[in-house]
């Protein structure tokens, strides 16, 4: 009898699986830590959902079909973990989304302040105003989003899920997440511009204000 050829055994399958399983988690560490700090701004409790989110992996581990599809599955633990905590939070303190300073959000512009099209910065007003404000400027405006527009711009912005997704992650109607979506990008534009005038950097020379089209009278 031939013994060279080993029919794969249930444990050594397993083993294998675990080998994987560790080698993927490894390299996805910071990515996971990452994102889950982007979504839950505390560092405990990023970890506390990185924790689970690996847990419940592999536990889950056999329901994977195809390997190649790990990375976005994982994330998709992740991001499930993240929503069951927050919803439960919601659900203890039951408190009600108030916005500072929301009078006329719906009509704000940055791009509208700074008197150019979005995707004509080069050159521009935007583009020395939008150059000093990036970075950790945004990252701490982004922060400061309330919790409900803050979650879907992360999802749909930063992590890159479809609207629909978004929706079925959140269990949220698909106009919200588009309403909210909206919001958080009218909040997170008023608040950078609010940090360019205390920066001194909306000034006249970076608005443009009184010069027209290119300054010409």
């Known amino acids: 009898m031939d013994t060279t050829a080993q029919k794969e055994t249930p444990a050594s399958s397993r083993n294998a699986r675990r080998a994987m399983f560790e080698q993927e988690i490894h390299q996805l560490m910071d990515r996971l830590y990452g994102t889950a700090l982007r979504l839950c701004r505390n560092p405990d409790d990023a970890e506390d959902i990185v ?21 976005g599955w994982l994330f998709r633990i992740l991001n ?16 009600e ?9 719906s009509d704000f512009s940055l791009f509208e302040k700074l008197h150019q099209p979005f995707l004509l910065w080069w050159g521009t007003p935007e583009q020395a105003f939008l150059n000093q404000i990036l970075n950790n ?7 400061r989003l309330p919790d409900e527009f803050r979650i879907v711009m992360v999802l749909v912005e930063i992590e890159g ?17 588009r309403s909210r979506l909206y919001r958080a990008r009218t909040l997170l ?5 609010r940090q360019g005038e205390e920066a001194g950097l909306a000034t006249k020379s970076i608005t443009g204000t009184g ?3 290119g300054g010409e009278a």
């Open 51 to 71: 924790a689970e989110t690996v847990a419940t992996a592999w536990n889950k581990l056999d329901q994977l079909t195809d390997n190649s599809c790990f990375e």
């Open 80 to 95: 499930r973990t993240f929503i069951s905590q927050w919803r439960r939070r919601q659900c203890r303190q039951e408190k």
């Open 137 to 143: 400027d945004i990252r701490m405006a982004l922060d």
């Open 189 to 193: 534009q008023r608040d950078l511009w």
């Open 211 to 213: 010069t027209g089209n």
């Open 97 to 105: 989304v108030t916005l500072e300073d929301n009078t006329n959000d």
């Open 161 to 177: 899920y479809s609207y629909y997704q978004t929706a079925d992650l959140l269990d949220i109607p698909l106009g919200t997440v």
